[in-house]
């Protein structure tokens, strides 16, 4: 198995949920922690929540390709380099298809996958010296978009097309698309049109959709948070992986 003590992990959207909390378990396996994402005192309190010393909270919106090189760099002097990315930003609409207009599809694939490509081209330099792994959080749904999830499935899918061609330019390179089904407690849905969720989850329980968030339901943002940490600490390149709950555990499960 390998270890995380004295790593260098840069957590793109570690401002809250999963991401927030990749950070803090990085942190507590002893890595030093480059938190980034938009929202800075979120992130000063992350820093100040994680195990150990010399993290740094770097403000970052993704959307913005200068934002990105100097989010990079910023993380590589304060932590003395980057052995690893992990993206785990995203914008997560609901919103039927036929109301879905050209401002929602942009806005999402600015986050979902112009982001992802920034943050990559701009750490590449430094995976490639450490021989490190970048991670991305896709979506168990994107074999079967959920009705009202379609731009998101979309977007998860064309980042996980975006991730395997970096494999293929770089095949020294460890890149990994991490799948997680549903995940409690990140905030995702606080700003949904509750009304219009209610509506679809009717809709979604008759179709057949929820099964591939797993036979034990939703992950909490520690499991999916731990899956991730899994595929860093193993030994093996883990090139796709679908992490679901399991009823049978009080944990993640790997498909």
Not at 28 to 44: C, T
Not at 76 to 94: C, E, K, M, P
Request: proline share 4%.
């Amino acid at each position: 198995m390998k270890t995380l003590d004295g790593a260098k992990i840069l957590v793109v959207g570690a401002s809250s949920g999963i991401g927030r909390q990749i950070g803090l378990q990085a942190a507590a396996s002893g890595a030093s922690v480059a938190f980034a994402a938009r929202r800075v005192e979120l992130l000063e309190d992350a820093v100040a929540a994680a195990a150990g010393r010399g993290h740094v909270a770097l403000e970052c919106d993704v959307r913005d390709d200068g934002q990105c090189v100097a989010a990079v760099q910023n993380a590589v002097d304060a932590l003395g380099g980057v052995d690893h990315l992990v993206y785990a930003t995203a914008i997560d609409v609901l919103v039927r298809l036929e109301d879905a207009g050209a401002g929602t599809w942009a806005d999402t694939f600015a986050t979902n996958v112009y982001g992802a490509a920034s943050m990559t081209r701009a750490a590449l330099p430094h995976l490639i010296a450490a021989k490190g792994r970048a991670v991305y959080l896709s979506a168990s749904s994107v074999p079967r978009p959920l009705p009202g999830m379609g731009v998101y499935a979309a977007s998860k899918a064309a980042l996980e097309t975006m991730v395997t061609a970096w494999q293929h330019e770089h095949p020294d390179l460890a890149f990994t698309t991490v799948r997680v089904g549903s995940v409690l407690g990140t905030g995702v849905t606080d700003s949904w049109n509750h009304e219009l969720l209610a509506r679809l989850a009717d809709e979604w329980t008759a179709g057949g959709y929820l099964p591939s968030n797993g036979p034990g339901g939703a992950l909490t943002v520690e499991q999916a948070a731990a899956a991730v940490l899994a595929v860093l600490e193993c030994p093996a390149w883990l090139r796709e992986v679908t992490a679901v709950s399991d009823p049978g555990r009080d944990n993640y499960r790997f498909d």
